[in-house]
């Protein structure tokens, strides 16, 4: 069981004066019926609080999720797409990260996008051990495994039972390079491309190269019948 | 500034625990590692941690440690490597060794 | 040194902080994927935009600082998401940004809103 689970509690408080202060909206999914836990009213309020000291705007808010929604992985493959297709790219990229990048029209602001491959013999794993950091705006928000305690304790130390665990067997003959992202760099990895791939379009390279790709825990997989 | 350390240089992960916003891990500290390469000039974050500027910069080093020297009952490829970025002043340049 | 005399340390080992786990073992990887729920995704969107991206109220830094001094207990309670909530939150309480007792009346009457009117 995920062991980042949500403490839920009872929220039942006589009514106290009204809120008629400014306002915003709440983000809802209309078929959410589950009492709030506390860290949801408590975003919730620390929001509508700094909207009123005037520390943030509601117009920031909803600009930041519109940042937020465009941070995908499909970008990331992409990237890893042209990489692929484009020599000249790749040699950008692994020079610099963000310069490159930019083709795209991606900021990555105050990190910097370290891009590394793997090889025949060479498969890089990407964690952050004592937070999670994670290049969000290639690949949108970490996935739960990378979130957690176990990824972050034992990828360092047994990387090729972690990616077993992921669904991924490596040869024993790989070498794995794990990459403990602890400062200001970002990290994404290029996966090797399929043999099977020859003459592939960039989209339909692209469609084969999954967010645990980048991060180093899987690999492109070509099916029979693509 | 150029850096003070290049790639391939040796280098000894300073032991200590000290209190305070650290971002060199538990597990690498007192190790010896190689530079892998120099990443640039960052603000320190264990002053940023703490509400100061964290100037004048940090040269920041990808650090690379062989997995065996990590960890005594390493079970998994003899040249399995673990990268960290890893701030200057956490760095002490071993001598080099004789024969290179 | 009893380690509950430091918060900042773990029990496991004098002088490694509590989120410092890298070759610890805490159990098996789940794979299972979850989407984040729109609180959670509104406590990355307010961080980004307190933060060095935006308004430059906090540094992310900070926030991971203030992770760090929450107490072994609730780090390990919390999820991801609630530890930046948490964290975020003492960070603005330290800065006098926010009061501890107006953000917790908000959150009693966001509460009651919520249980009568749904979200």
């Known amino acids: 069981m995920n062991e980042d689970h949500e403490h839920r509690h009872d929220h039942h408080h006589d009514h106290g004066q009204d809120n008629s202060g400014a306002h915003a909206p709440h983000p809802t999914q209309p078929d959410d019926v589950s009492l709030p836990g506390r860290y949801e009213v408590m975003i919730l309020a620390m929001r509508d609080l700094l909207i009123e000291k005037g520390v943030v705007t509601a117009d920031q808010i909803r600009r930041g999720f519109e940042v937020l929604d465009s941070w995908q992985p499909s970008r990331g493959a992409q990237i890893v797409a042209r990489a692929w297709t484009d020599p000249s790219f790749k040699k950008r990229l692994l020079e610099d990260g963000n310069a490159a990048v930019a083709d795209f029209g991606i900021t990555m602001g105050e990190t910097k996008l370290t891009v590394v491959e793997n090889t025949d013999t060479v498969q890089n794993v990407i964690v952050c051990t004592l937070c999670s950091c994670y290049p969000r705006a290639v690949l949108g928000l970490p996935p739960d495994w990378y979130r957690s305690k176990s990824y972050r304790s034992r990828v360092v130390v047994e990387p090729r039972q972690v990616l077993k665990e992921l669904g991924t067997d490596l040869p024993d003959d790989i070498t794995i390079r794990v990459h403990d992202s602890l400062a200001d760099l970002r990290y994404l990895v290029i996966p090797r491309r399929p043999d099977a791939t020859e003459g592939w379009s960039e989209m339909r390279l692209a469609s084969i190269v999954s967010r645990d790709c980048m991060i180093g825990v899987a690999n492109p997989k070509v099916l029979a019948n693509e | 500034m150029t850096p003070r350390l290049a790639p391939g240089d040796r280098v000894q992960v300073v032991l200590t625990n000290p209190p305070g916003h650290r971002r060199t891990p538990f597990y690498i500290r007192g190790k010896q590692g190689v530079i892998e390469r120099a990443c640039g000039e960052f603000a320190n974050p264990e002053e940023l941690g703490h509400g100061f500027d964290g100037l004048p910069k940090k040269q920041l080093y990808r650090v690379r440690f062989r997995q065996k020297d990590l960890w005594a009952n390493y079970r998994g490829g003899e040249y399995d490597t673990v990268d960290v970025d890893v701030y200057e002043h956490w760095l002490t340049p071993l001598p080099v060794l004789a024969g290179r | ?119």
């Not at chain 3, 979850?34 to 935009?49: C, I, Q, Y």
């Not at chain 3, 308004?55 to 072994?72: N, Q, W, Y």
């Open chain 3, 1 to 119: 040194m009893k380690s509950d005399d430091l918060k900042f340390t773990s029990a496991r080992e004098p002088g490694r902080g509590y989120h410092d786990i890298g070759g610890l073992d805490y159990g098996t990887v789940d794979a299972n994927v979850t989407e984040a729920r729109p609180w959670e995704k509104l406590s990355v969107v307010l961080g980004n935009a307190i933060g060095r991206s935006g308004t430059k109220l906090i540094c992310v830094d900070e926030v991971r600082r203030s992770r760090e001094e929450m107490g072994e207990q609730l780090y390990n309670e919390l999820g991801y998401f609630e530890r930046g909530i948490e964290a975020t939150r003492r960070l603005l309480v330290e800065k006098g940004i926010i009061e501890e007792s107006e953000l917790e009346e908000r959150m009693a009457q966001i509460a009651a809103q919520i249980a009568e009117n749904g979200r």
